[in-house]
C-alpha cells in the first residue's frame, strides 16, 4: 500500500476506507489513539516479539477474535 512511514492516526484513517480490521503488535495503540473516533476495529495481537515464530501459535485466536471485531473497538489476543 506504501503506507510503510506513515504512523498512527493518520494510518488508521486511511486503513478505515480500506479495510475493516486493523491488526497489530502495538500494545500503545489504545492509548495513543481515540478508537471510537474510526470507522475501523482494532485487533492487538501480544506476543513475545513479532516474529512469524511467536505469532504461529496465536492463529487460531486470532481468527477466532475477528468474528468479533467491530468498528471503533478493539479486542487482544494473546499473553
Not at 481515540?34 to 501459535?57: F, G, T
Not at 467491530?70 to 479486542?75: E, H, S, T, W
Request: net charge positive; charged share 25%; glycine share 6%.
Amino acid at each position: 500500500m506504501g503506507w510503510a512511514t506513515i504512523k498512527n492516526g493518520r494510518l488508521l484513517a486511511l486503513a478505515e476506507g480500506e479495510f475493516d480490521v486493523f491488526v497489530t503488535v502495538d500494545r500503545n495503540l489504545s492509548f495513543q489513539q481515540h478508537l471510537p473516533k474510526y470507522n475501523i476495529a482494532v485487533l492487538v495481537i501480544r506476543s513475545r516479539s513479532n516474529r512469524i515464530d511467536d505469532l504461529k501459535s496465536l492463529v487460531p485466536a486470532i481468527l477466532s477474535a475477528l468474528k468479533k471485531c467491530k468498528a471503533g473497538r478493539l479486542v487482544s489476543v494473546g499473553a
